[in-house]
Each structure stands twice: as C-alpha cells, then as structure tokens.
C-alpha cells in the first residue's frame, strides 16, 4: 500500500528560487468535487495516471484516447499525465502494462501535503517538479487525492480536517502585504509596527522586503471561495490567524532590540481577545557570539516557551560546514527546524538535508526537517525580493505572477508552525514540549543522513495527528539567564546609518537606551516587559488596536519622538513616494541603498544554493 502523503515539504532562510527544479506549493488547491475511486461506467471521471517512463506514459496516452477519455496535462516528473477517462476504461488502464497507479483527481487542500508541480496536480508522497518552467496548461486541477481512499479526513478523527482554526501564530518578519489569500477579514491581525518604517504612514505594516508574505502564505494562506474547477491557495493551515509584527524594513535590515522587543509583545498579549497566539515563527536568526544560556534573544523565545506559546525557529542557511547554528534556534527548549531537499524524486527513500541547512553540532542542531527547497508560495510584488528576483515569480491560471519560489529554512520553519497549528487545534491542551515531542517521536528518519544535520527526521504531520499525546512536561538543559550583551546577540549582524556611517552597537537599542539584562530579564520572564507602548523605558508604540478607520485590526503606531536609527528620513525623504495599490509598489525599485551592512537575510539571497 502506498504511504500517505507527509509533510516534508531563510531574513535566515527565506531565498527566492529562479532556477529550474522543485517547486513545493503549499495549498494551490482545486475547487471541485472528489472522484470516487472506482465510479460507475457511464461516469467520466478525473484521474492521475503515474507510469514507469516515457514511453509507458504515451502508450497510456493512447489508451485513454481509445477508450474516449481525454489527455488534460503532461506531468512529466512522475512520467505521467492528468486525464478524464470513462469509469468503464479505469480496470483496463490499471492492468495495463506500464501503468504504475490511478489515483483520483479531487479536491483537495494542502496541509503540506501535497506538492503543486508546473503542469498540474499532485499529492503522491512528496512530489518533486523537474520541469518547473513549462507551461501550466490546466492551473485548475489537483492530480490526487489524499490517499489511496481519496478520503479528506486523512487524520483519522471523527470531524472533518483540521485547519488550525482558532489557533493564532505569531510572525515576527517584515510585515504582511494585502495580497489575495492574505486579505480575508480576520486573516491578519498586525500587531505593532517596529521597523524602520513604522514613521511612513504608507509603509507601516507593509512588506516592502516580501519575506513576511511568503511565509504568512505557507502558515496559513487562505483564498476566498473561487468558482468550481478553479485553482486556489491554501496554506498549511488555512483557518489559522496571522498576527504579523513587523520589525524588518525594505532591505531586511533589523536590529535584535527590535526583535526581542517583539517576542516580549507577543508574550504580554498572548492571550488578548481574538488572538490565542499559541505557535511563534521566528525565520532569522543571527551569528550571536554568545552561549544560549547567556544571549538575551534566545532569552526570550525560551521566556515565551515557558508561557505555552510553541516557538519555531530556522536553524540558519551557512551549510553542512558550520557547527553553530544561529540564534535563538541555539536555545535547546525550542523547536529547531532544518530544510529537506526531495532531490526530484517522488519517494522520501533519496531525500537529503539540503546542502544550504545548517548542520549544528552533537549539543544542539535541527530537531527535525520539514521541505525547505523551492516552496511556492505568496508573492508581494514590488519588494525587494521580489524586484530582485524576478525568476522566481510564477504564474496561475490567468497568467497572473501571484506565487513566488523559495529556498531556505525560513521556509522549513514556516511549514512546522503551520503544522503546529494543526496540531493545537486537534488537542488544544498540548504544552510546547509535548508538541515537540510528538513532531520527533512521528518524524521519518532520512535513510543514510548524517544524523546531527537531519535531526529525527522529515516531519509527518498526519502520524504526529494520529500518535497518543505524550506524558511529557519537560526538557533537559539549563535554563537561560539572559543576562548576556545585546552586542554579542547581534554577531557580525548591525544597522548602520548611511549618511553619517555609524553603526548601532553596544548596550543599547534602537532609541539609543542603555540595556540592561539583569533588569529586563524577570519583566520578560513574566510578561511584563511592555508598559502600553513603551518598552525599555521609550514609547515604541501605541497601546492598543483600531479597527474602525482600515477595517482590518491594527495596532496604532505612534511618532517616535527622539532620533533614531531610522531617523526622520524614512517619511521625509527615500521612502515617501512608495505606495501600496494592490498590485505592488508604485515608487522605484526598492534597494539595501539606505541601511547598509550585513543583515539577517540579505548576505543569503546570492549565494550557491539559490542559483
């Protein structure tokens, strides 16, 4: 019996992909209704048919025109192709020669798993697109069902399938752009503004990097209803809400204060009304200098570990040669997550730890792997990534370049979270340890893997579903102090002002106020570190949401009153003109040309592995 399909599939990981190999949709789903897998005679019905090789799939071509069917779309990966054939032709095509599987041709919604190639529809085990630049001639069908039952209650529960709804997942990124399958009422609730940008009132919550979109796509992307046969997008987990904090500005350019002041938000207001921020995404990381029991960031992801919240971290994109991962996913409570590489293959036999996936060391590396290579995902036309790697844009049915292709851990991690959600919605009563315990105890092991880069395996979220919840309340390692440097969290990672060359560093953040760890520690292990909208001691901030001018809820940002490291110029002069119309941004192409130096995502995008 064929095994189910499995989830498998960086800021640190997010890459836009222009080169032809694996693309990994997460969701592009067909709106139509199941095929049975053996319907009446009279019934033409919707199938994938998966041969031994080329000439087996034109020989079966054949028969199905013979028989009265019809060829939809090649799918030359997996030497086969989509057809509708009359219900009586189906026992004759089985038994034919060549012919290695007939699977139903259905609606379906991917939660991870089922992989989306260039010519069409296919969720058998991981599929891996060799052809990922040809034409898609029919965008608007799926080449299986879940499962040899074709059933869409794959988990084994009495209800129909998760969808991780009510479950809130956190994003700390560069912000959430308005796009189809983001821009559902309630889909993204934007917490508070703390990039660079937030003091441009046409820049604040948007992003004008495009690394916050696609990952906001692969966690829980959701298109509103679409016509019968037309494709659509979901993501992992399409119930799920959003809450976008954005702390990263056009060039990705951030600062640790930034993101720890984030993580401190998410923490206080976990549980405000309508968010239930259960799960923490966190695609970056830095070159901290520092040990984890010491470095304030991994502080607080392990602050907000201990507060129910399940953090997912990338484990970093400097290869199979580094025996650091970066941090926070050094802190050993959180999830750490590492990318797979399919290697264009359908089955899980050959798969690899991509060559970009840090490799860590025997005291701490990724925990487990999740598809990192090629993801397809939600574009935000205009940003940086997007201007720059033009590419990797694809295409749907209506030639429109809605989706975007990337590589990284950034896009592993993403897919966990998502996963994650599924999972706390099926058992909302699962600690954080729990959940990483049922994610290694179920992962697939990858065969020959170098068992410190590979971690326990491949994720399998439909086996996590269906294992009995652990007796499990706790993880051995040393609890954090945080009371190390902000300047030795940042690594070689800093902001610098480019009219005047200097370089934010030392104890002190964005606004310039002096850090101290001994007196922020206890407010961040409890959840206090924010008073309103001030934190460290400067407003950073408004203090709560509105939605009644957007419609959407937002939190309200404020002026900030002293200089900072964004400085007045962001709405008095580089980046003022830029406009979002819904279609992307109006102003020139966005560059690295007002932040300088090395930031957390930036010194990935030209490297090998992307190319």
Request: aromatic share 6%; charged share 20%; proline share 5%.
């Amino acid at each position: 019996m064929r095994k189910r399909p499995t989830v498998a599939p960086g800021w640190l990981g997010c890459v836009a992909s222009g080169m032809t190999g694996l693309a990994v949709a997460v969701g592009l789903t067909a709106a139509g209704t199941p095929a049975s897998a053996d319907p009446g005679s009279e019934t033409t019905v919707d199938v994938v048919i998966r041969t031994e090789g080329p000439v087996e799939s034109r020989a079966a071509q054949d028969l199905v025109r013979d028989g009265g069917g019809t060829v939809r779309s090649p799918l030359p990966l997996i030497s086969g192709f989509a057809a509708s054939v009359p219900g009586g032709l189906l026992p004759s095509l089985r038994a034919s020669a060549g012919v290695a599987e007939v699977t139903p041709d259905g609606s379906v919604r991917m939660k991870g798993d089922s992989w989306r190639n260039d010519s069409g529809w296919n969720s058998v085990d991981d599929i891996k697109d060799s052809a990922a630049d040809e034409e898609d001639d029919d965008d608007s069908r799926s080449g299986s069902s879940w499962g040899d039952s074709g059933s869409s209650n794959w988990w084994g529960g009495d209800d129909a399938e998760p969808t991780g709804s009510g479950i809130g997942v956190a994003l700390i990124d560069s912000g959430v752009a308005p796009v189809p399958g983001l821009d559902k009422a309630g889909k993204v609730v934007h917490g508070p503004d703390l990039s660079f940008e937030s003091q441009a009132p046409n820049l604040r919550q948007m992003d004008t990097f495009g690394h916050g979109t696609h990952m906001a796509g692969i966690i829980a992307g959701s298109d509103a209803a679409t016509p019968s046969g037309e494709a659509r997008f979901d993501g992992i987990a399409p119930g799920a809400r959003v809450i976008s904090l954005k702390v990263a500005a056009a060039d990705g350019a951030t600062d640790v204060s930034q993101v720890i002041a984030a993580i401190d938000w998410v923490v206080q207001h976990r549980n405000d009304t309508g968010l239930n921020i259960r799960v923490l995404n966190l695609s970056f990381g830095t070159d901290s200098v520092q040990d984890a029991r010491l470095d304030p960031l991994s502080y607080a992801v392990e602050a907000a570990w201990r507060k129910g919240i399940v953090v997912v971290v990338a484990v970093g994109n400097d290869g199979a040669a580094a025996d650091r991962v970066t941090m926070p996913a050094a802190n050993p409570f959180v999830i750490t997550v590492g990318a797979a590489d399919p290697n264009g293959t359908m089955s899980r036999s050959d798969d690899t730890v991509a060559t970009f996936s840090t490799r860590g060391n025997a005291t701490r590396h990724a925990d487990l792997l999740a598809a990192g290579r090629s993801v397809v995902s939600l574009r935000a036309p205009g940003s940086y990534v997007d201007a720059n790697f033009p590419g990797a844009r694809m295409k749907d049915k209506a030639g429109k370049e809605r989706f975007l292709r990337g590589s990284g851990t950034s896009q592993a991690a993403a897919v966990v979270s998502g996963s994650v959600a599924l999972l706390l919605e099926q058992r909302p009563s699962l600690t954080p340890n729990q959940v990483k315990k049922l994610l290694m105890d179920t992962a697939d092991p990858l065969t020959g893997a170098d068992p410190i880069s590979a971690g326990a395996g491949q994720l399998d979220i439909a086996s996590a579903m269906k294992a009995s919840t652990p007796y499990y309340s706790t993880q051995k390692g040393i609890a954090a102090t945080g009371l190390g440097t902000l300047e030795g969290s940042r690594g070689s990672a800093h902001v610098a002002d480019s009219d005047t060359g200097e370089v934010l560093a030392g104890e002190r953040d964005i606004f310039g106020a002096p850090w101290v760890g001994a007196t922020w520690a206890p407010l961040a292990r409890d959840g206090r570190a924010w008073k309103g909208g001030s934190w460290n001691g400067n407003v950073w901030t408004g203090s709560t949401f509105d939605s009644a001018a957007t419609g959407a809820r937002t939190w309200v940002s404020v002026p900030w009153t002293a200089r900072t490291w964004s400085g007045q110029l962001w709405t008095a002069r580089t980046w003022s003109n830029a406009e979002w119309d819904g279609t992307g941004w109006t102003a020139r192409t966005w560059s690295a040309r007002t932040w300088s130096a090395r930031t957390w995502s930036s010194q990935h995008w030209p490297d090998s592995p992307w190319q």
